[in-house]
Nanobody, 112 residues
Framework: QVTLVESGGGLVQPGGSLRLSCAAS?????MGWYRQAPGKQRELVAA???????NYADSVRGRFTISRDDAKNTLHLQMNSLKPEDTAVYYC?????????WGKGTQVTVSS
């Protein structure tokens, strides 16, 4: 059974930083972070392959950094210069031959 468990969310002031972590029971080639704000569709934030190739949403490029540690079965998202519009539930996700796996999410709130 595949499990993805996110941690590291919380309340932070604008301009602050948070580091999200995802503990995975197994790592896949394609893994990433999505987010969903109230009333909006879930969107891709950042993705990374086993070879280290990364992809970022335009709205976070230059502020967020995705990384993975396959030896520890973990996925990270370093978020800097946070803005109120980054407020959302953040989900860890993996894709394996057309099958998607999701964590339950962690809330990130950016507010003064």
């Amino acid at each position: 059974q595949v499990t993805l468990v996110e941690s590291g969310g919380g309340l932070v002031q604008p301009g602050g930083s948070l580091r999200l972590s995802c503990a995975a029971s197994v790592m896949f080639n394609a893994m990433g972070w999505y987010r969903q704000a109230p009333g909006k569709q879930r969107e891709l934030v950042a993705a990374i392959t086993e070879s280290g190739k990364t992809n970022y949403a335009d709205s976070v490029r230059g502020r967020f950094t995705i990384s993975r540690d396959d030896a520890k079965n973990t996925l990270h998202l370093q978020m800097n210069s946070l803005k109120p519009e980054d407020t959302a539930v953040y989900y860890c996700a993996a894709e394996d031959y057309g099958k998607d796996y999701w964590g339950k999410g962690t809330q990130v709130t950016v507010s003064s």
